[in-house]
């Protein structure tokens, strides 16, 4: 009995011994400064992963589904289950929908995403139909734009930073320096999308 301590207790010493090792070389991967930048393989769609020398990781679009996992698996190391900025370039499902697996799985920073029905009240006057309010214009601008509103939603559940990224504004850790658009020009842009889009039959 006393044998079998000894030998189950040498056995765990082992063990203890193997996992702080490979926790220590885990810990003390040397980047050698290089910027690594993955397309992912998602199916339908797009997805960026870029590694930045700093060890900042930032994650563009997601594909259409949970594929974006497994594909974050073979660029990331094994024991990371962080990302510093998630951002979606627009709210199609090929390029958000996968996004939510990610934001549902992982640690997650920040969020960087536009949110049209935010800016309601600036772009209602761009309209004549005096049928349209502010509050009917973000009603149907979050349920034309599904996948972002779902993004959204987790991110405020999981309390989950969310900043539209506008020209000059700088921050996500130091991982991002946005150039542009300007919010001034990102408006203009949703009044051009509404020339296209009968705003009143937006569903």
């Not at 779902?150 to 969310?162: F, M, R, T, V």
């Amino acid at each position: 009995m006393r044998k079998s301590s000894r030998l189950t207790g040498a056995t765990l010493l082992v063990l203890l011994c193997v996992v702080a090792v490979i926790w220590y070389a885990a810990l003390r991967e040397d980047r050698h400064g290089l910027l690594t930048v993955s397309f992912l393989d998602v199916g339908q769609g797009d997805s960026i992963y870029i590694d930045a020398p700093s060890g900042r990781q930032v994650l563009i679009d997601g594909g259409k589904s949970s594929t974006v996992l497994r594909r974050l698996a073979a660029a990331i190391p094994w024991w990371d289950r962080t990302i510093d900025v998630v951002i979606p370039t627009h709210p199609d499902a090929d390029h958000a929908s996968g996004l939510y697996v990610v934001l549902e799985k992982l640690s997650v920073g920040q969020l960087a995403m536009h949110r049209p029905w935010e800016h309601a009240d600036d772009i209602k006057n761009f309209f004549k139909d005096g049928r349209i309010t502010a509050s009917g214009l973000e009603d149907r601008l979050e349920k034309s734009l599904q996948h972002a509103s779902d993004l959204e939603a987790l991110s405020n559940k999981k309390k989950i930073p969310i900043v539209e990224p506008f020209q000059g504004i700088k921050g996500f850790n130091d991982s991002v320096h946005i150039l542009g658009p300007s919010q001034e020009y990102y408006e203009k842009l949703l009044d051009v999308f509404f020339d296209i889009h009968d705003p009143t039959q937006l569903n």
